[in-house]
């Protein structure tokens, strides 16, 4: 599977975005889809996740309320719409794919594959 993010840029605090994640490969459906961040300096961290029917979804808790993951399995791709932005959402955000995807809190090493990641930047 190789996965393609896009949709990064540059927004005021209050503004909305929407990440794409596109899927090459192997069945779309099959794989649960997570989205994570890297702020500079700090550890990767998850922000949100979704089941291969699109049935559950789940969040970090710094971005319930605010953000929306969902997925179109026709068009092999995965969404994060983020609304109500803060400076502190700005980091480097990736999409990535495992077979057998944890709730409510997926670990890094528990993914299976990772797209390159885009770039959020929230300005006060």
């Known amino acids: 599977v190789q996965l393609q993010a896009s949709g990064g840029g540059l927004v005021q605090a209050g503004g909305s975005l929407r990440l794409s994640c596109a899927a090459t490969?192997?069945?779309?459906?099959?794989?649960?889809m997570a989205w994570f961040r890297q702020a500079p300096g700090k550890e990767r961290e998850f922000v949100a996740g979704?089941?291969?029917?699109?049935?559950?979804?789940f969040y970090a808790d710094s971005v319930k309320g605010r953000f929306t993951i969902s997925r179109d399995n026709a068009k092999n791709t995965v969404y994060l719409q983020m609304n109500s932005l803060k400076p502190e959402d700005t980091a480097v955000y990736y999409c990535?794919?495992?077979?057998?995807?944890?709730?409510?809190?997926?670990?890094?090493?528990?993914?299976?594959?990772w797209g390159k990641g885009t770039q959020v930047t929230v300005s006060s």
């Open positions: 490969g192997r069945t779309f459906s099959g794989y649960g």
């Open positions: 990535a794919a495992a077979e057998t995807l944890v709730a409510p809190m997926p670990d890094l090493n528990g993914m299976n594959y």
């Open positions: 979704i089941s291969g029917s699109g049935v559950l979804t």
